[in-house]
């Protein structure tokens, strides 16, 4: 057993994502978690995408991969909506341009913090800070799509992609929505591959979303 921590110094997160056990099972257990699955959720009606530039591990030549969402806009529509318009630019600010500013290996992916780029910034369109929406669906596989925070009902435009499941953040942070495909799937994990047990980048060039939308 052995933990992950998103603490840091100039991050203020959740606690619920500081000092929890990462893995709870056995080696099959564990292998099974880590295949990406279909979404459970009544419906999927929204999609959108990041476009990625990053330089995968033992190179320095950029590359850009595309990470395709499907978004649980009828059941979590009010965070759906954030983060779909945050991709279109909707409201004159987004995703396009910020990077993935931390990212730890078998854990998650954290972005969306466009106005500072280190985790103590970015908005949401509904202003700085919205509530918790609901908690209906679980970390319950790699590849969802949730929302960081720095504690109950501090919604912002902060997000993680899972890539274990993560069943210590039910509860504390809303799922609403997944990786939408295999492909996109190893997008994340050669970006999940750039990081550390810190969360900070071991290359210079930062996965950066030089594109975004909805589709």
């Not at 080696?27 to 995408?49: E, G, I, P």
């Not at 679980?138 to 109950?152: E, F, I, R």
């Not at 912002?156 to 274990?164: H, L, N, P, R, Y």
């Not at 809303?174 to 994990?189: I, P, Q």
Request: proline letters at 4%; hydrophobic letters at 35%.
């Amino acid at each position: 057993m052995f933990s992950r921590s998103l603490k840091s110094t100039t991050t203020p997160l959740c606690s619920s994502f500081a000092s929890r056990p990462l893995f709870n099972c056995n080696q099959s257990s564990f292998l099974s978690l880590r295949q990406f699955h279909q979404t459970t959720a009544t419906m999927v009606n929204t999609k959108a995408f990041f476009d990625v530039e990053y330089a995968p591990v033992g190179t320095s030549a950029k590359k850009v991969g595309r990470i395709n969402f499907n978004l649980y806009e009828d059941d979590v529509p009010k965070t759906s909506k954030n983060f779909r318009e945050l991709c279109t630019g909707k409201h004159g600010f987004g995703y396009k341009g910020s990077t993935f500013h931390r990212v730890i290996p078998s854990f998650m992916l954290q972005g969306g913090d466009f106005t500072r780029g280190n985790g103590t910034g970015g908005k949401s369109i509904y202003g700085e800070k919205f509530p918790d929406e609901n908690f209906k669906f679980k970390h319950d596989k790699p590849g969802l799509l949730s929302m960081a925070n720095a504690g109950p009902n501090t919604n912002g435009s902060q997000f993680f992609i899972t890539t274990v499941v993560t069943s210590w953040l039910d509860g504390k942070h809303v799922v609403f929505g997944e990786v939408a495909d295999a492909e996109s799937m190893n997008v994340v994990k050669e970006i999940e591959a750039l990081g550390s047990n810190s969360g900070a980048l071991r290359s210079n060039v930062k996965p950066t979303i030089v594109d975004c939308g909805e589709l």
